[in-house]
């Protein structure tokens, strides 16, 4: 079935990086976008980046513009998220989601990893 | 970028009884680029709803969508022990992508 599991996410301090990832499995990973969401604590649903199936176009939020970067590694199956420049603000669990191209609504979520960002 | 306000904040209902969830766009959107998801105490979010009015694969038929526009909306026919979640809506358009703030459809 469709799985998309996230890891890389910790603590890190302001103005630090990390980078997330996603493992994809289940369905052609090269053929579709995917996106990532975050969600702080206790609030709502963040869209953060989108990449287009063969990484030819991004798209970002304008909270993270400049300092966060979606990839991917279509040999791999894998989906990136550089964070760099971290602030408390973004203290968040990141989910990945991958995008059903007829709708452009993410259609099927990982379960999410938190980063934390704190001195 | 569209904004979206989503409500009640809150809907307090009886389970059995219909909900109607409301998703205002601040201008207009494409009806092929609505969704609506519900998000249970900790978990993903669940697609519900593309195409502002097609249920995803395995939603039940007691939910379902509706609008044009700029007003969209929600109805939970027959509430069920497992409906009582936060429910989102959410739109893209010109390379964005935002989320209403929710509402939550809690036991009354």
């Known amino acids: 079935q469709v799985q998309l599991v996230e890891s890389g996410g910790g603590v890190v301090q302001p103005g630090g990086s990390l980078r997330l990832s996603c493992a994809a499995s289940g369905f052609t990973f090269s053929s579709y976008g995917m996106h990532w969401v975050r969600q702080a604590p206790g609030k709502g649903l963040e869209w953060v980046a989108f990449?287009?199936?063969?990484?030819?176009?991004?798209y970002y939020a304008d909270s993270v513009k400049g300092r966060f970067t979606i990839s991917r590694d279509n040999s791999k199956n894998t989906l990136y998220l550089q964070m760099n420049s971290l602030r408390a603000e973004d203290t968040a669990v990141y989910y990945c989601?991958?995008?059903?191209?007829?709708?452009?609504?993410?259609?099927?979520w990982g379960k999410g990893t938190t980063v934390t960002v704190s001195s | 970028e569209i904004v979206l306000t989503q409500s009640p904040g809150t809907l307090s209902l009886s389970p059995g009884e219909r909900a109607t969830l409301s998703c205002r766009a601040s201008q207009s959107v494409s009806s092929s680029y609505l969704a609506w998801y519900q998000q249970k105490p900790g978990q993903a979010p669940r697609l519900l709803i593309y195409g502002a009015s097609s249920r995803a694969t395995g939603i039940p038929d007691r939910f379902s969508g509706s609008g044009s526009g700029t007003d969209f909306t929600l109805t939970i026919s027959r509430l069920e022990p497992e409906d009582f979640a936060v429910y989102y809506c959410?739109?893209?358009?010109?390379?964005?992508?935002?989320f209403g703030q929710g509402t939550k459809v809690e036991i009354k």
């Open positions: 990449i287009r199936y063969d990484g030819s176009n991004k």
């Open positions: 989601a991958k995008d059903q191209w007829y709708s452009s609504a993410p259609d099927v």
């Open positions: 959410q739109q893209y358009g010109s390379s964005s992508w935002t």
